[in-house]
């Protein structure tokens, strides 16, 4: 329903946005490491706490195979820091709250929500190699097992 999609072999758009603590992170600081980017709709809400809680119970394989976990949502750095103190998320939770990155990435547009056409967040995960080039890209994923089977994708063990 929108119309831009990025596909593995195209350079990931960089960005710079605020964290959960206010600090400016770029994707290009994190070139040299494979990074899971993810983007959700919203902090706190019952599906992006599944799937957030799911990243964080896999963060030690997922780091033992050489990713960098990254969440996107347009929630505000506060909001994002109260999301990971509440549910110990120990990765990086980026405020995007104008969807200017949504947007360069993709995940923002339309899409069916309970039978309804709306304009939001579509819960996307891109893998980004070392050299910020775009490995996967994954649109419209559920939050209920999505990083179950993105293990399985990069074969990386639980």
């Not at 119970?57 to 960098?68: C, E, H, P, R």
């Not at 547009?109 to 819960?123: A, P, T």
């Not at 910020?132 to 089977?149: D, F, S």
């Amino acid at each position: 329903m929108t119309t831009t999609r990025l596909e593995p072999g195209t350079p990931a758009p960089d960005f710079t946005l605020l964290d959960q603590d206010g600090t400016s992170v770029s994707l290009s600081d994190l070139r040299g490491k494979k990074v899971i980017l993810y983007f959700y709709p919203a902090a706190m809400t019952p599906g992006c706490t599944t799937q957030a809680c799911d990243f964080r119970d896999s963060i030690s394989s997922l780091q033992g195979a050489g990713y960098t976990v990254v969440g996107v949502s347009r929630d505000e750095p506060a909001t994002l820091k109260k999301f990971q103190e509440r549910d110990a998320l120990t990765f990086e939770l980026l405020s995007d709250p104008d969807h200017a990155v949504h947007t360069a990435y993709g995940v923002w547009g339309e899409k069916m929500n309970y039978g309804k056409v709306i304009e939001g967040v579509i819960r996307s995960t891109f893998v980004i190699d070392e050299q910020g080039v775009i490995e996967l890209a994954q649109y419209n994923v559920k939050a209920t097992g999505h990083v179950a089977r993105l293990r399985k994708a990069l074969g990386v063990d639980a």
